[in-house]
């Protein structure tokens, strides 16, 4: 089992930047494929972006595509998500979860494991 922990939120006016990262601890996260979900008040959970096992293919969602992008690290030990030109309606908790396949979808039930969020505000 895989425990994950997010970091990297905070508050940024609007057209900023932030760079979230998804850490893993129990098994490494090299294993999984991995995806950005999101959720605002009142709003029901919205994907983001995954990232394959192998850190070759990747899927964003098209309100993001070309402002936020997935990536991970050599090693695969942690999964980021670089967010630029960010708006006020970006404003959310924004989660990473893992999933034990070599890619996963881009519904929230094909994933196993999820943290417990980051939260990202965006000012206007």
């Known amino acids: 089992q895989v425990q994950l922990v997010e970091s990297g939120g905070g508050l940024v006016q609007a057209g900023g930047s932030l760079r979230l990262s998804c850490a893993a601890s129990?098994?490494?996260?090299?294993?999984?494929?991995v995806g950005w979900f999101r959720q605002a008040p009142g709003k029901d959970r919205e994907f983001v972006a995954r990232?394959?096992?192998?850190?070759?293919?990747?899927y964003s969602a098209n309100s993001m595509k070309g402002r936020f992008t997935i990536s991970r690290d050599n090693a695969k030990t942690t999964v980021s998500l670089q967010m630029n030109n960010l708006k006020p309606e970006d404003t959310a908790v924004y989660h990473c979860a893992a999933a034990d396949s070599v890619l996963a979808g881009v519904t929230a039930s094909a994933y196993d494991y999820w943290g417990q969020g980051t939260q990202v505000t965006v000012s206007s």
């Open positions: 990232i394959s096992r192998s850190g070759f293919a990747t």
């Open positions: 129990g098994r490494t996260l090299s294993t999984y494929s």
